[in-house]
């Protein structure tokens, strides 16, 4: 892809960034459709966060996608934000339209997307979601409107879980919130659908200890991990040892990511194209990008 004055340049912001896929994602999309556009990362921290939104503006790049931890705070720097995205509480999209910011939640529709792929049936399921940030909003609205019947959020800070649950009631959700104690437990032994909306398990932390192991998962159960870095999270692991059916966070990757691409180009986007790169670079996931490179080199 040759970069030029005109190239338009689209961004991530986020802490951390350097195991996502978006990067690869996107601009195999621009090539592919032959766009005059790149897509780059940029590490914002908690307090950066501001100063880099106004920078979008600056820089008149063509848009953002905004990831871990800043999909709730990103709100108040925005000049628009879309009906779902204001009703989830996060967005992970933003469009620059010529100086005015507008901010979407693709990871909404993505997820019910990737649920959609496995054949799953959202309508009167019993959910359980660790995790109350921004993609534990998006994917709760989104289990809600497509009529799950119930939804228990257990969350490490649980008033952050309570304000979830506060805003879930208002759009009709029957919600519980608990610790990950024993009601938690028993919350999962009675669900459908099991959700990680935490970044525990992804990478560079992979080895880290899941919030559950096998002995509390029954086998009837869909664990869907939204951690796409390594594609085989040791929950996901741990749910297959205990005969559950698994899905990983890359389905709804790459959907978020369409619907994002689609947003800021007007285009359709190259599902099929996407999926291969993300899958190309998954097998490098878990792996450090300076050693995979320092590897091609030694061979
Ligand atoms: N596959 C995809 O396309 C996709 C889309 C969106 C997000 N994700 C992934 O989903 C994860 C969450 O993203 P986010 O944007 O929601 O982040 P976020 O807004 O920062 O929220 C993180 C959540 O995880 C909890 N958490 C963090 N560290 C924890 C730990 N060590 N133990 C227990 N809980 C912990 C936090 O609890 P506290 O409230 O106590 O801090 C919070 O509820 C990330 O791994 C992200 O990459 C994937």
Redo the contacts with the bound molecule.
């Keep these: 892809m040759l970069i030029s004055g005109s190239t338009k340049v689209f961004a991530l912001f986020g802490d951390p960034v350097t195991h996502s896929l978006s990067p690869i994602m996107q601009n195999a999309a621009f090539r592919a459709l032959q766009l005059d556009c790149c897509y780059v990362s940029f590490l914002v921290r908690q307090d950066g966060l501001a100063v880099a939104v106004k920078a979008v503006r600056e820089l008149n790049l063509g848009g953002v996608n905004i ?3 800043h ?2 705070r990103v709100l108040a720097y925005l000049d628009q934000v879309d009906e779902r995205a204001l009703q989830i509480g996060a967005v ?1 999209t933003i469009v620059n339209q010529d100086g005015h910011l507008c901010g979407y939640n693709t ?1 909404a529709s ?1 997820f019910l997307a990737s649920l959609g792929s496995v054949g799953f049936e959202t309508k009167g399921k019993r959910v359980v979601m ?7 909003r ?1 994917v709760a609205v989104a289990l809600v409107h497509a009529g799950a019947s119930r939804i228990d959020i257990s ?3 649980l008033n ?1 879980a309570e304000s979830l649950a506060d805003d879930l009631r208002k759009i009709g959700a029957d919600v519980d919130v608990c610790d990950y104690g024993v009601c938690f437990f028993e919350a999962v032994q009675n669900a459908d659908l099991l959700v990680n ?4 398990g ?1 990478y560079p932390n992979h080895e880290d200890a899941p ?1 559950i192991m096998r002995d509390r998962l029954p086998p009837h159960l869909l664990v869907c991990d ?3 870095n390594p594609p085989q999270t040791r929950l996901l692991k741990e749910a297959a040892a205990a005969g559950c059916s698994v899905i990983n ?2 389905g ?2 790459v959907h ?1 990511g369409a619907l994002a691409f689609e947003l800021w180009t007007g285009r359709k986007a190259p599902l099929d194209l996407l999926q291969i790169a993300v899958d190309t670079r998954g097998r490098f996931s878990c792996v450090n990008p300076d050693q995979t490179r320092d590897r091609r080199r030694d061979r």
């Design positions: 990831t871990i931890p999909k709730e992970n990871d993505g660790m995790g109350a940030g921004g993609a534990a998006a969350n490490r800070s952050r909306a935490t970044p525990v992804m919030l939204l951690v796409y966070g890359v709804t990757l978020q």
